[in-house]
């Protein structure tokens, strides 16, 4: 049993051991694992370094800004893996603790799974429903399910099913075993073979070698089972390709900006997985049944035949779990890649601002749209006969060269802001913008500040300025005064606090309820809703 001892920066020491979950590991953390000579230790496809740390070697690991399942793999000099580990990676405790990030990923996933789909080390657990999938969905069930899906063709391959075929053959005398009424009737037709069946000895003399028009059954394997997997098969392989096309593609337009996990570490061995699964089921289709097929499909027979043979029903069914997409529905023990923790905390603002705008307008129709194909630009749509309020999550706004995307511009270049609130209402009009930011010490959300002031100055909506431009951190105090009403009315710029604990929004979007109602209900509508956060 390969038990590795690991020690943190900290100094203190642990052991984790094959296909038990690991506790104890924090993003941004270091950790030492004790290295096995020759040996090699893969977290999550990509190879540790090795280093030295006081008296021994080791492979050294430091998770980014991710929390969730990280699959470790040791590796053999021949490349053989030797055993798993599984780490349960936590989120900072200085931002969020593992009871509010859980419950953030449960609200995500309940609004709309694809908003946590991601490309780093952590996994999640994920549905099976629906129809979303991307490159690094395929890879997942191809890593999953591809080496159950070979080990049930080689079973298959031991023993095809076959059917019995029925043909007319013509056959010398001497191999005859039967004959019909057919082969009478053809050889009475003919002098020779009408002599034969009469005189034997004589037409054995003349030396002639007569024919005769006999029925033969053979066992067939181009049959509608064995049709319906070449159909599997080929998907298959045709998957295999395309995710080495859709990772490469990924790889070329991934930029470094520190803030994620980068995938080109991880790509060799993930291509060279695929490809030796595309290597051996090709070689599985260059075999019987599969290479003497007239035409692969599915259809009724086909089914029926396989569902009741195992080894096919197993093979049909590891197929149908590689091939299939969808990742909505409940969750089943299969685990994806998801987002960066900063990215999480930025869509689960989203999240909480439609929310509140929800309870001070709720007399408006709501609903959601995706303008484009990215799935991470949402509109959130409010509207009634004289009122309309639109919550967008990192909307386009062009630069001042270019048309404007839904009234929205940039008097610079174009930038995305992580969600803006716009408000049209006979009280007037207001244009809120808020930044997520993943930071908490009082140096990195006065850097963070940076984009505050960024957006208030050149972004515009239908020609107008943001009324406020404010970063969302998950925990206050870094820099208090910045929290401060006066210092976000004097200067158009500010922070609040918004965590599952506490929401700062509540004096932040006041002016919002100018003209939704009157004051004593506006008064006792912020002091539910207070109540409630608070509680």
Same mark, same amino acid.
């Given at each position: 049993?390969?038990?590795?001892?690991?020690?943190?920066?900290?100094?203190?020491?642990?052991?984790?051991?094959?296909?038990?979950?690991?506790?104890?590991?924090?993003?941004?953390?270091?950790?030492?694992?004790?290295?096995?000579?020759?040996?090699?230790?893969?977290?999550?496809?990509?190879?540790?370094?090795?280093?030295?740390?006081?008296?021994?070697?080791?492979?050294?690991?430091?998770?980014?800004?991710?929390?969730?399942?990280?699959?470790?793999?040791?590796?053999?000099?021949?490349?053989?893996?030797?055993?798993?580990? /599984? =780490? *349960? $990676?936590?989120?900072?405790?200085?931002? +969020?603790?593992?009871?509010?990030?859980? !419950?953030?990923?449960?609200? #995500?996933?309940?609004?709309?799974?694809?908003?946590?789909?991601?490309?780093?080390?952590?996994?999640?657990?994920?549905?099976?429903?629906?129809?979303?999938?991307?490159?690094?969905?395929?890879?997942?069930?191809?890593?999953?399910?591809?080496?159950?899906?070979?080990?049930?063709?080689?079973?298959?391959?031991?023993?095809?099913?076959?059917?019995?075929?029925?043909?007319?053959?013509?056959?010398?005398?001497?191999?005859?075993?039967?004959?019909?009424?057919?082969?009478?009737?053809?050889?009475?037709?003919?002098?020779?073979?009408?002599?034969?069946?009469?005189?034997?000895?004589?037409?054995?003399?003349?030396?002639?070698?007569? /024919? =005769? *028009? $006999?029925?033969?059954?053979?066992?067939? +394997?181009?049959?509608?089972?064995?049709? !319906?997997?070449?159909?599997? #098969?080929?998907?298959?392989?045709?998957?295999?390709?395309?995710?080495?096309?859709?990772?490469?593609?990924?790889?070329?337009?991934?930029?470094?900006?520190?803030?994620?996990?980068?995938?080109?570490?991880?790509?060799?061995?993930?291509?060279?997985?695929?490809?030796?699964?595309?290597?051996?089921?090709?070689?599985?289709?260059?075999?019987?049944?599969?290479?003497?097929?007239?035409?692969?499909?599915?259809?009724?027979?086909?089914?029926?035949?396989?569902?009741?043979?195992?080894?096919?029903?197993?093979?049909?069914?590891?197929?149908?779990?590689?091939?299939?997409?969808?990742?909505?529905?409940?969750?089943?023990?299969?685990?994806?890649?998801?987002?960066?923790?900063?990215?999480?905390?930025?869509?689960?603002?989203?999240?909480?601002?439609?929310?509140?705008?929800?309870?001070?307008?709720?007399?408006?129709?709501?609903?959601?749209?995706?303008?484009?194909?990215?799935?991470?630009?949402?509109?959130?749509?409010?509207?009634?006969?004289?009122?309309?309020?639109?919550?967008?999550?990192?909307?386009?706004?062009?630069?001042?060269?270019?048309?404007?995307?839904?009234?929205?511009?940039?008097?610079?270049?174009?930038?995305?802001?992580?969600?803006?609130?716009?408000?049209?209402?006979?009280?007037?009009?207001?244009?809120?913008?808020?930044?997520?930011?993943?930071?908490?010490?009082?140096?990195?959300?006065?850097?963070?500040?940076?984009?505050?002031?960024?957006?208030?100055?050149?972004?515009?909506?239908?020609?107008?300025?943001?009324?406020?431009?404010?970063?969302?951190?998950?925990?206050?105090?870094?820099?208090?005064?910045?929290?401060?009403?006066?210092?976000?009315?004097?200067?158009?710029?500010?922070?609040?606090?918004?965590?599952?604990?506490?929401?700062?929004?509540?004096?932040?979007?006041?002016?919002?309820?100018?003209?939704?109602?009157?004051?004593?209900?506006?008064?006792?509508?912020?002091?539910?809703?207070?109540?409630?956060?608070?509680?």
């Amino acid at each position: 049993m390969a038990i590795i001892r690991c020690i943190d920066k900290q100094g203190c020491a642990f052991t984790v051991s094959p296909d038990v979950l690991a506790s104890g590991f924090m993003e941004r953390g270091i950790y030492y694992f004790e290295t096995v000579p020759e040996w090699r230790l893969f977290v999550d496809d990509e190879p540790l370094e090795t280093s030295r740390h006081e008296a021994f070697d080791a492979w050294r690991w430091q998770p980014g800004f991710y929390a969730g399942k990280v699959i470790a793999e040791l590796v053999d000099g021949s490349g053989k893996v030797v055993a798993t580990y /599984h =780490f *349960d $990676v936590a989120p900072d405790q200085c931002k +969020l603790g593992e009871v509010s990030f859980a !419950a953030m990923l449960d609200e #995500l996933l309940a609004f709309d799974t694809r908003l946590l789909l991601g490309n780093e080390y952590a996994q999640l657990e994920v549905g099976r429903e629906g129809r979303t999938s991307d490159p690094h969905l395929q890879y997942a069930r191809l890593k999953r399910y591809g080496p159950e899906l070979l080990s049930a063709f080689a079973e298959v391959l031991r023993k095809p099913l076959t059917r019995l075929h029925r043909e007319r053959t013509l056959r010398p005398a001497h191999q005859l075993r039967r004959i019909d009424r057919q082969t009478l009737r053809r050889a009475l037709q003919d002098p020779a073979a009408t002599a034969l069946l009469y005189n034997i000895e004589q037409a054995n003399a003349s030396g002639e070698v007569l /024919h =005769f *028009d $006999v029925p033969s059954v053979f066992e067939d +394997l181009d049959n509608p089972a064995n049709q !319906a997997l070449a159909v599997v #098969l080929g998907d298959t392989l045709r998957r295999s390709r395309q995710v080495i096309a859709g990772l490469q593609k990924l790889i070329d337009q991934e930029r470094d900006t520190g803030a994620r996990s980068a995938l080109a570490p991880r790509l060799g061995r993930r291509i060279e997985f695929l490809e030796g699964l595309h290597s051996a089921l090709r070689r599985i289709q260059r075999k019987e049944p599969f290479c003497s097929l007239r035409q692969p499909r599915i259809n009724a027979a086909g089914l029926n035949a396989i569902s009741a043979h195992p080894a096919y029903a197993r093979a049909y069914r590891y197929g149908w779990y590689l091939l299939r997409p969808g990742i909505d529905g409940s969750s089943e023990g299969e685990r994806l890649w998801i987002s960066p923790t900063w990215e999480i905390y930025e869509r689960w603002c989203y999240l909480q601002v439609v929310g509140k705008m929800k309870s001070i307008y709720p007399g408006l129709q709501w609903s959601y749209r995706w303008p484009g194909s990215r799935v991470d630009v949402v509109r959130c749509e409010g509207r009634s006969s004289d009122t309309q309020v639109d919550v967008w999550l990192q909307v386009r706004c062009p630069a001042f060269d270019r048309p404007a995307n839904h009234c929205f511009s940039s008097i610079s270049g174009e930038r995305r802001p992580d969600i803006v609130v716009t408000v049209k209402s006979p009280a007037g009009r207001s244009f809120i913008v808020m930044d997520a930011k993943y930071r908490v010490d009082r140096e990195w959300v006065l850097q963070g500040m940076e984009s505050a002031h960024l957006y208030r100055d050149c972004l515009r909506w239908d020609g107008h300025k943001p009324d406020l431009s404010l970063l969302l951190v998950p925990r206050g105090g870094g820099a208090p005064l910045l929290e401060t009403m006066n210092y976000r009315k004097d200067n158009g710029v500010g922070v609040a606090e918004l965590s599952v604990e506490h929401s700062g929004l509540d004096v932040v979007l006041r002016p919002f309820w100018v003209g939704c109602a009157d004051a004593e209900s506006v008064e006792h509508s912020m002091t539910v809703i207070s109540c409630a956060t608070d509680g």
